[in-house]
């Protein structure tokens, strides 16, 4: 059996916890690597690293800094089969999604690369008498992701992108589930020419989380994972201390309003829906049609959409999505399916029974459909993470901008419209940090920011763009004066009263 180990001072170091993390494929439901998961003395070791790097990363000039990040990118490019191969064997998604997941952590890379612009701090020019201020960005010292199972790629490069490129030094915690890919990074920023111990990753489940959450020498935690998990980890993180952004699980509504072009609003119902098996917290699970007839009309293209839908291994370039990661989750995702129909939703296509020719083992589930959900229903309230669409009727606007107002998730939504009052107007009022106007998965660009609202997000600054500059440094003001000479005669007297500008 391969063992997955830690990668702390520039090179893999085998674990000696005894304790081990199973990875499966998912395409065949087989083990196919035990990872290894950390005591806290491990994670102390990757800290200590991180901290005797930081005296001289953070010296190293922010150009400089950057050039690394242009190599890694370099490598990661040159790498990307690779790496996409690596992400779709654990992770089960279709090998071109792999790529897309690593394509979005890279565009974060590329931000980064301007980071000599994106410190560079502010200066004010004679604010009183031969004074002068300004400020710095300066970078916290050892900082920590942990990240979810579901962008093994994109997500460890938002966060240690920006932090490394500020001057920071960072210890990953990958999810145990796709461990490999975050190692394989590791390696490549070395490569690239980071220094051992900027970058390092340890592998674990909540005995690494808390060493991280109470480590002294850990500034900054930035956290991303399932609801309860991230409030955990920002009551936790900063209890401790530690400036902590933690998001969490979503529920993202489409909302459909009845002048909607419906060919394409249905084309991107069913990919934000089921792509990556519903896995991604941007997915779209719930489609909310205003007006009985929109709903009828909507329920019967997405049927038929959803028949030509290809399920199949992640390697299958034919596939459209494959399986989910674990049978536990599979589990999890069928029995949410269960609740909806005991709840009373109507089942319109049910994919528990899916199996695939040959892979009887593996993890898949097929589309599945709900119609006539209703906000009581338990199965709409919290996260399912699978490929299933909930249709949540609605009679008017004012009822499907309440739905995701209320929800208790506040990730994503969007609306689909020609209607750019009604648009605009929902923009405005609707209660969720990410929307999207007929775009189905509104994840910002990299030089904006990323982040949900309400049990969708704890911590008040966002993901990458300047809010991941913000997270990753602290400000420091000087204000200057170099007075006159005492053979000038210009010595003052002490003042006792507060300095002003007057
Ligand atoms: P998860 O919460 O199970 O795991 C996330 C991380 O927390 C992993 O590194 C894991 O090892 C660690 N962890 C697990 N149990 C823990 C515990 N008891 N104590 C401390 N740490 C623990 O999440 P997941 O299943 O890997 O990922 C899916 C979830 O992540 C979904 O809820 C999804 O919506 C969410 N997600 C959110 C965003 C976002 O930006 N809001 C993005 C991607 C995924």
New binding site residues.
């Given amino acids: 059996m391969r063992d997955i180990d830690h990668f702390i001072s520039g090179g893999r170091v085998a674990g000696a916890s005894g304790r081990f993390g199973e990875v499966f494929d998912p395409n065949t439901g087989s083990v196919q690597a035990r990872v290894q998961l950390a005591t806290e003395q491990e994670v102390d070791r990757a800290v200590q690293a991180a901290q005797s790097a930081f005296a001289t990363w953070r010296e190293v000039n922010p150009q400089r800094r950057a050039r690394v990040m242009f190599e890694f990118k370099r490598l990661v490019e040159a790498n990307m089969n690779e790496l996409a191969e690596r992400l779709s064997a654990e992770h089960g998604k279709v090998i071109a999604d792999s790529k897309g997941d690593i394509q979005r952590g890279l565009e974060v890379i590329e931000f980064s690369c301007g980071i000599p612009h994106a410190l560079k701090g502010e200066y004010t020019v004679g604010a009183g008498p031969g004074i002068d201020v300004y400020s710095m960005r300066v970078p916290l010292g050892v900082c920590a992701g942990?990240?979810?199972?579901?962008?093994p790629a994109m997500?460890p490069m938002w966060m240690f992108g920006t932090a490394i490129a500020a001057g920071n030094t960072f210890i990953l915690?990958?999810?145990?589930?796709d461990p490999s890919v975050p190692v394989r990074l590791a390696e490549l920023m070395m490569e690239a020419g980071a220094p051992e111990g900027v970058l390092n990753v340890v592998h674990?489940?909540?005995a690494a989380?808390?060493a991280i959450l109470t480590h002294p020498l850990i500034r900054a935690v930035s956290?991303?994972?399932?609801?309860d998990?991230?409030h955990?980890?920002y009551s936790t993180g900063t209890a401790h201390g530690k400036r902590v952004q933690a998001?969490?699980?979503?529920k993202n509504h489409g909302i459909v309003l009845p002048d909607a072009d419906m060919e394409t609003t249905v084309r991107d119902l069913v990919g934000a829906a089921y792509g990556s098996a519903g896995?991604?917290?941007m997915a779209l699970p719930v489609v909310v049609p205003v007006g009985q007839r929109t709903a009828d009309e909507l329920r019967e293209r997405l049927v038929s959409e959803i028949e030509t839908l290809k399920v199949g291994h992640s390697t299958d370039p034919e596939a459209q999505y494959g399986p989910v990661v674990t049978q536990q989750h599979r589990d999890r995702v069928v029995g949410w399916i269960d609740t909806a129909v005991e709840e009373g939703s109507e089942l319109v296509v049910d994919g528990r029974n899916f199996s695939l020719q040959g892979s009887e083992k593996g993890f898949f589930i097929g589309p599945t459909l709900l119609d006539r959900v209703k906000p009581e229903m338990r199965s709409y309230q919290e996260?399912i993470?699978g490929p299933v669409l909930q249709i949540v009727r609605a009679a008017d606007f004012e009822e499907a901008l309440s739905l995701p107002t209320k929800h208790q998730y506040g990730?994503g939504v969007a609306i689909f419209t020609r209607d750019g009052r009604a648009a605009r107007d929902f923009a405005a009022r609707v209660e969720v940090g990410m929307v999207g106007i007929n775009v189905p998965i509104p994840v910002p660009v990299a030089y904006h920011s990323?982040g949900?609202w309400k049990r969708?997000?704890f911590g008040d600054i966002n993901?990458h763009g300047m809010e991941g500059v913000r997270f990753w440094t602290k400000t420091k003001t000087v204000t200057q004066r170099f007075p006159e000479t005492a053979l000038e005669g210009g010595h003052q007297d002490s003042s006792f009263v507060i300095p002003t500008m007057r």
Avoid: L
């Avoid at 998001?247 to 979503?250: E, P, V």
């Fill in positions: 942990i990240t979810p199972f579901n962008f997500i915690k990958p999810s145990e589930r674990g489940d909540k989380v808390d956290f991303v994972g399932s609801s998990i991230a955990y980890v998001f969490g699980g979503a896995e991604r917290c996260e993470f990730n990323f949900g969708s997000g993901q």
